[in-house]
C-alpha cells in the first residue's frame, strides 16, 4: 500500500499499513535509488512496531535498485545523518515517523552530506517512481547488505563538542518517553559525570506512558513535576527519534525553543568567534541580539529543516536554531541532533555556575513571547492580505515566510501550515501588557 499523500513538504509519514506498509516501502526504497542513482546508502529505523519489517523492505528496494547498503540498525534519526557523512556515503534513509502517534510509520531521507531530500529537492520525483512501481524484481547488478555498528563513533563525535574537564555533577531527569533516546543515551550517560534519573528509557514503539511529542503540553507534565521532585538542575524530554530535545530549568518551567537557540549560539560563538548563526523567522528577538553581543552574525531564515541546511551550506554557519527545537552543528555533517543540544547545556551551566533559572531571568524578564497559536482558517491567501492591510502601517512588513511584521516594541509572524488549512502565530513585544494587548488584536483579525 502507498498512498499519495504519504508525502508530506520534508519527509514520509502515514499510518500502517492503511497508508503505508511494507510493498509501500520496497517502492519508496527502490524509487530512491532509481532518482538519484546512490552507489552506497544508510538504512536506519527508529522503535516502532512497524519498523523492523519496514526496515527490511526498504532495504531490499534499494538493493533491488542496485546500491549497496549499510544497515545501522535501531538507531537515532541523527545516528543516520552521521553515519551518511562519517562512512561517505550518497545518501540515507530513516524509518521513522518521528513524534508521531503509535499508529504511524514513515521515512527521513537525505543525500549526500545528509542533505534532506523534500518537496523541493527530489521527494515528489521519488513519490512518482514509487507509485510506476509494480510487484518485485532485481536489476541487473543488485547491490549488498551489510551491518555496521555507529554507536562508538557517534558517541565520540558528539563528545567532541563539549570540554569534559569543566562538567560539573549535576542532577538531570531525562524523559525518553520510550523513544530512541533510551537507545541512543545509555553510552554517552555512561561518559559523563552527571546523577541521570532516567524516565521511560526502555524503547517501545506502544508509547505506554504518553506519546513522544514534547510539543505538546500534556507530554511535558511528567518532566515538570519530575524535575521539581528530584530537586533537579535540569530536565530533558525527548521526541520519538530523538533528534530533538526540550528542557525545563529547575523550577519546573520550560524553556521555550527560541531561548535555547540564543544560550547555545552564545556557548557556541565563545569557542567559533564571529561566526555565523542562521536562526529562524519565528524567532524572539532574544535570537539574534544574542548572537551580535557574543560577536557572531545573526542570519534570519524561513522556516524548515531543508532551507536551514542549504542556507548553513552557502553561508559557512556554525550553528542554527529553530523554536521546534531542531538545532543544527556544522561540525556535525550540517544536521540537527538531539544529543548535542543536551551536552552543550549541561556544560553551559557547568561553566556558568549559576542555576539554569537564574541564566534565563534576564531573557525571561526582557522578552514576552506567545508561543505558536494555530487557527483553523477557511481561506488562508485572504487572511493574510487582510493581516498585511490591517498591521501593515504598524511595522515594517515582509513575505520570506508568511507575513511578518515588525515594529519597534513588538513584532509577529503569520505563517500558513504546510499540511493543513492553518495559521501559526508568533508573536513577541517589550512588555507582557503589550504582547497580551497586541495577541488580542491579531488574533481578532485571524478569528473574525
Known amino acids: 500500500m502507498l498512498d499519495p499523500k504519504v508525502f508530506k513538504a520534508y519527509d514520509v509519514r502515514g499510518i500502517y499499513p492503511d497508508e503505508l506498509d511494507e510493498e509501500g516501502a520496497y517502492a519508496i526504497g527502490r524509487a530512491y535509488v532509481e532518482q538519484f542513482e546512490p552507489r552506497g546508502i544508510a538504512v536506519g529505523r527508529d522503535m516502532r512496531l512497524s519498523s523492523p519489517q519496514m526496515q527490511r523492505a526498504v532495504t531490499e528496494g534499494a538493493v533491488d535498485a542496485g546500491a549497496d547498503v549499510v544497515d545501522i540498525g535501531l538507531a537515532g534519526t541523527e545516528m543516520l545523518y552521521f553515519a551518511v557523512g562519517e562512512l561517505g556515503l550518497d545518501g540515507g534513509i530513516a524509518v521513522t515517523a518521528s513524534h508521531n502517534p503509535k499508529e504511524y510509520t514513515g521515512m527521513k531521507i537525505v543525500r549526500r552530506g545528509a542533505l534532506p531530500v523534500g518537496g523541493e529537492s527530489g521527494l515528489l520525483q521519488v513519490r512518482d517512481r514509487a507509485l510506476a512501481v509494480s510487484g518485485r524484481s532485481r536489476c541487473q547488478t543488485p547491490g549488498r547488505a551489510r551491518k555496521e555498528d555507529v554507536y562508538p563513533a557517534f558517541?565520540?563525535?558528539?563528545?567532541?563538542?563539549?570540554?569534559?574537564s569543566v562538567m560539573k555533577q549535576l542532577r538531570v531527569v531525562?524523559?525518553?518517553?520510550?523513544?530512541?533516546?533510551g537507545a541512543m543515551l545509555p553510552p554517552v550517560l555512561e561518559r559523563l559525570p552527571i546523577d541521570a534519573v532516567r524516565c521511560y528509557f526502555e524503547p517501545d514503539g506502544s508509547f505506554p506512558n504518553h506519546e513522544p511529542n514534547p510539543l505538546l503540553p500534556e507530554n511535558r507534565e511528567f518532566i515538570i513535576r519530575k524535575t521539581v521532585e528530584e530537586s533537579a538542575d535540569l530536565g530533558v524530554a525527548y521526541d520519538g527519534d530523538a533528534d530533538r530535545c526540550f528542557f525545563v530549568d529547575d523550577t519546573g518551567e520550560f524553556v521555550p525553543g527560541d531561548f535555547v537557540t540564543a544560550l547555545l549560539a552564545e556557548?557556541?560563538?565563545e569557542k567559533e568567534p564571529g561566526g555565523k548563526v542562521i536562526y529562524d523567522l519565528r524567532a524572539s528577538w532574544a535570537v539574534p541580539e544574542t548572537i551580535?553581543?557574543?560577536?557572531?552574525?545573526?542570519?534570519?531564515?524561513?522556516v524548515g529543516h531543508a532551507y536551514i541546511k542549504l542556507r548553513m551550506r552557502e553561508e559557512g554557519a556554525v550553528f542554527a536554531g529553530e523554536v521546534s527545537a531542531h538545532y543544527y552543528f556544522r561540525d556535525f555533517s550540517q544536521a540537527d541532533s538531539g544529543v548535542v543540544p543536551f551536552l552543550l547545556m549541561l556544560e553551559l551551566i557547568s561553566k556558568?555556575?549559576?542555576?539554569?533559572?537564574e541564566?534565563?531571568?534576564p531573557y525571561r524578564s526582557r522578552y514576552f513571547i506567545t508561543g505558536e497559536i494555530n487557527t483553523p482558517v477557511a481561506d488562508v491567501a485572504l487572511k493574510l492580505q487582510e493581516l498585511k492591510e490591517r498591521f501593515s502601517p504598524e511595522?515594517?512588513?515582509?513575505?520570506?515566510?508568511g507575513i511578518s511584521v515588525e515594529a519597534d516594541d513588538w513584532h509577529f509572524n503569520v505563517r500558513p501550515s504546510n499540511t493543513e488549512p492553518l495559521l501559526r502565530l508568533n508573536l513577541e513585544a517589550r512588555s507582557r501588557e503589550l504582547m497580551e494587548r497586541k495577541l488580542d488584536e491579531v488574533l481578532s483579525v485571524i478569528r473574525s
Open 155 to 164: 558517541v565520540e563525535r558528539v563528545l567532541s563538542f563539549i570540554d569534559m
Open 395 to 401: 511595522g515594517r512588513v515582509s513575505h520570506l515566510d
Open 267 to 269: 556557548s557556541i560563538l
Open 359 to 361: 541564566i534565563l531571568e
Open 292 to 302: 551580535e553581543r557574543a560577536g557572531g552574525v545573526p542570519l534570519v531564515n524561513r
Open 174 to 181: 531525562i524523559d525518553a518517553a520510550n523513544g530512541m533516546a
Open 352 to 357: 556558568k555556575g549559576q542555576r539554569l533559572s
